[in-house]
């Protein structure tokens, strides 16, 4: 899966996080734990498996979102889609060893009515999101659990 290059709103960031791969991979891939550490998120449930077609709903700056997991590369890779508020996402994670850091590259599409009727704000605000998710990715990575 790839993100939606043509959507007006399309965000991309990435963290060097000084903690083992596994650490890294086991936190963002705990979904029911991201409000724990993640103070952008207010709740999280994953309804099965961590596995391509499981669902998960959870509640981000005010929103409610329902997402799918679409693909998943162990210690790599996961890539997933949402709706909220009748705007659709794709969001995908990637995860790279090097040396002694884990590079997290994140990026994400959003389309929809409200990100046509206000497309650099929208970017402006998932920019915001994704820079804040991945630091708090590495402050729980780095600095414990």
Do not use: Y
């Not at 997402?67 to 705007?87: C, D, F, N, V, Y």
């Not at 794709?90 to 389309?111: A, N, Y």
Request: glycine share 6%; no cysteine; net charge positive.
């Amino acid at each position: 899966m790839e993100i939606d290059q043509e959507a007006p709103a399309v965000a991309e960031a990435e963290i060097a996080i000084r903690a083992p791969l596994e650490t890294v991979w086991r936190i963002q891939t705990d979904i029911d734990s991201w409000s724990q550490w993640n103070p952008k998120i207010q709740r999280a449930r994953l309804g099965g498996p961590f596995a391509v077609d499981s669902v998960f709903k959870w509640k981000s700056g005010g929103a409610s979102i329902v997402s799918t997991l679409r693909e998943i590369e162990p210690m790599r890779r996961i890539a997933w889609t949402g709706k909220a508020m009748r705007a659709r996402a794709r969001h995908i994670w990637d995860f790279e060893p090097r040396g002694d850091v884990v590079l997290v590259r994140t990026q994400e599409s959003f389309d929809g009515w409200w990100p046509r009727l206000l497309p650099g704000l929208t970017r402006r605000m998932l920019d915001s999101i994704l820079r804040a998710w991945l630091q708090s990715l590495k402050q729980r990575a780095e600095f414990g659990e």
